[in-house]
């Protein structure tokens, strides 16, 4: 992170993401009680009071045949810091997701904008739906820091203008770009996230290629550290079974 001052305020310039687990209800055993109703009834309640490891064989088949509906009993709410065309991306995941975010209407933002670390590959190679991206060159990568800091500079100082002048935030906030950092609660169960990360993440166990932009990666990269801490017997098996949400 580096500030650069501009008139009396200081602008922050951030390359990473933050991701914090603020609220969990998630376990395996939650899994095998949800699955274990439709043979044992009320008795299925007895899942709560057992090891889950006895019962990983269950887990896995739940997983491998794509029995999805008991990968949805529990919950997650994460804490997430990325700049707002992360956001726009992630949103686009609706089912088994809540979002909260913060507001440009009712606050205001704060000076801090994405600049590209210097081992993010910038340089596209090939066509749309075939193509990798590169390393860039110093030249490149000098461009792209000098670029965007000026212009997010220049941006903030004119929304600071505005909002000085008494113009609305909701108005003022317009001459801010995507790279603007934004903060928002996130909640969701395991087989949301699990269809998240499958498609969010590129990992060498999944059966099903993905080629997700390096910065929402960089957010399901956390978030993933945090599930498999809560759930490791669904997050095995989730990778032994190809990385497919059931």
Same mark, same amino acid.
């Given at each position: 992170?580096? !500030?650069?001052?501009?008139?009396? /305020? ?8 933050? =991701?914090?687990? =603020? ?9 095998? *009680? ?12 007895? !899942? ?13 088949? #739940? ?12 919950? $997650?709410? *994460? *804490?997430?810091?990325?700049?707002? &065309?992360? /956001?726009?991306?992630? $949103? ?7 979002? +909260? !975010?913060?507001? @440009? ?6 000076? =801090? *904008? ?7 590959? #910038? %340089?596209?190679?090939?066509?749309? @739906?075939?193509?990798?991206? %590169?390393?860039?060159?110093? !030249?490149?990568?000098?461009? =792209? ?21 008494? %113009? ?7 001459? #801010?770009?995507? @790279? ?8 969701? +169960?395991?087989?949301?996230? $699990?269809? /998240? ?13 993905? /080629? ?7 957010? @399901? ?9 809560? $759930? ?5 098996? &989730? +990778?032994? +079974? ?5």
């Amino acid at each position: 992170m580096t !500030e650069t001052p501009a008139d009396d /305020f200081k602008i922050d310039f951030r390359s990473d993401v933050t =991701v914090e687990l =603020v609220k969990s209800s998630a376990t395996d055993s939650d899994v095998l *009680f949800a699955a274990r109703v439709s043979t044992a009834g009320e008795q299925s309640l007895d !899942e709560l009071r057992k090891d889950p490891e006895r019962s990983k064989g269950l887990i896995n088949y #739940l997983m491998r045949d794509r029995h999805g509906s008991p990968f949805e009993h529990n919950s $997650m709410t *994460f *804490f997430i810091s990325a700049p707002i &065309f992360v /956001f726009r991306e992630f $949103m686009r995941h609706r089912v088994g997701w809540s979002y +909260n !975010e913060e507001s @440009g209407r009712y606050r205001e933002l704060q000076p =801090v *904008f994405y600049v590209p670390a210097p081992d993010r590959k #910038l %340089v596209q190679q090939g066509r749309p @739906g075939k193509y990798v991206f %590169v390393e860039g060159t110093p !030249e490149q990568h000098e461009l =792209v820091s000098r670029s965007m800091e000026d212009s997010c500079l220049q941006a903030y100082r004119t929304y600071q203008e505005m909002l000085a002048a008494g %113009v609305a935030r909701e108005v003022a906030r317009a001459v #801010l770009p995507v @790279g603007l950092y934004s903060s928002m609660y996130a909640t969701c +169960n395991a087989r949301s996230l $699990m269809h /998240f990360l499958g498609l969010r993440t590129q990992h060498e166990l999944a059966k099903v290629p993905s /080629f997700p932009q390096r910065e929402i990666e960089m957010v @399901g990269e956390k978030m993933e550290q945090e599930w498999a801490r809560l $759930m490791p017997l669904t997050y095995a098996a &989730f +990778n032994a +079974n190809g990385r497919v949400a059931p």
